[in-house]
Nanobody
Framework: HVQLVESGGGSVQAGGSLRLSCAAS????????MAWFRQGPGKEREGVAA???????NYADSMKGRFTISIDNVKKTLYLQMNSLTPEDTSMYYC????????????????WGQGTQVTVS
């Protein structure tokens, strides 16, 4: 059973940066797909970025150029570097994981973390 724990959220001024982390435990797989999603107040959940075990990444159009997803396979930790933050980025950010060979923001993710709040003012 895979467990995901996010950290790194907080409050930041517009134009600032944050790096989110997601520590994974409880499973070891030769292939995986991991992603970040977010859900703002009164909004539907939306995909931010995904990364597969082949290192290939996918980003939502609105995040391209500002957000970078990466993974440290030794530490089993997923990261999301967020730059040039705006108040519209205020959301709860969730880490998700899947054993799917096909990796993207439409992948069926079976494992989710509890989320970390990001507030931009």
């Amino acid at each position: 059973h895979v467990q995901l724990v996010e950290s790194g959220g907080g409050s930041v001024q517009a134009g600032g940066s944050l790096r989110l982390s997601c520590a994974a435990s409880g499973g070891t797989y030769s292939h995986y797909c991991m992603a970040w999603f977010r859900q703002g107040p009164g909004k539907e959940r939306e995909g931010v970025a995904a990364i597969g075990s082949n290192g290939r990444t996918n980003y939502a159009d609105s995040m391209k150029g500002r957000f970078t997803i990466s993974i440290d396979n030794v530490k089993k930790t997923l990261y999301l570097q967020m730059n040039s933050l705006t108040p519209e980025d205020t959301s709860m950010y969730y880490c998700a994981a899947s054993r799917s060979y096909i990796c993207g923001l439409s992948t069926d993710f079976g494992y989710w973390g509890q989320g970390t709040q990001v507030t931009v003012s």
